[in-house]
């Protein structure tokens, strides 16, 4: 099964936004005061890069995360980024699992990251009895 460890990253761009436009920066989401989500995001000629780093979290039967651990330090880098408005899609590799999600960028500045989860893992989380989490609120730094 795949670790539901849920990694992030994010490569988001506004709608009339352009690559070098303000979404280059760092994005988080906090768990009573502890960062468990950072995304780094870099953009070069037109390109995204960037990187995320997430710590464990759990969610409860609902969906919507109810405990956390801290970031470490070190970011897995993403890849495939590809827009349409402000929505974002993105992967990552989880060891030998590629996770995907799409991040929308909300009016207000903030953004939610959803994860897409194929037919076998939902399943699979289902007859664990794993809720699938909620969106994810993420706040830009500084």
Known sequence: MKALCLALAITVL????????????????KFESR????????TANGAMTGGISLGSFQVDPQ??????K?????LKP???????GATVMF????????????LRVLENGDA????LVDDD??????????????????????
Not at 78 to 84: V, W
Request: proline share 9%; glycine share 12%; no cysteine.
């Open 14 to 29: 506004p709608v009339g936004q352009t690559a070098n436009g303000p979404i280059a920066g760092s994005w988080t989401a």
């Open 35 to 42: 960062t468990f989500i950072r995304v780094e995001i870099k």
């Open 63 to 68: 969906g919507v995360v109810n405990g956390a």
């Open 70 to 74: 801290a970031a470490p330090p070190n």
């Open 78 to 84: 993403i890849f495939g980024a590809t827009r349409k």
């Open 91 to 102: 992967f990552m590799k989880d060891g030998s699992d590629t996770e995907q999600f799409e």
């Open 112 to 115: 939610d990251l959803h994860f």
């Open 121 to 142: 893992d939902r399943k699979e989380f289902a007859a664990e009895g794993v809720p699938l989490p909620k969106p994810i609120r993420l706040t830009k730094a500084g």
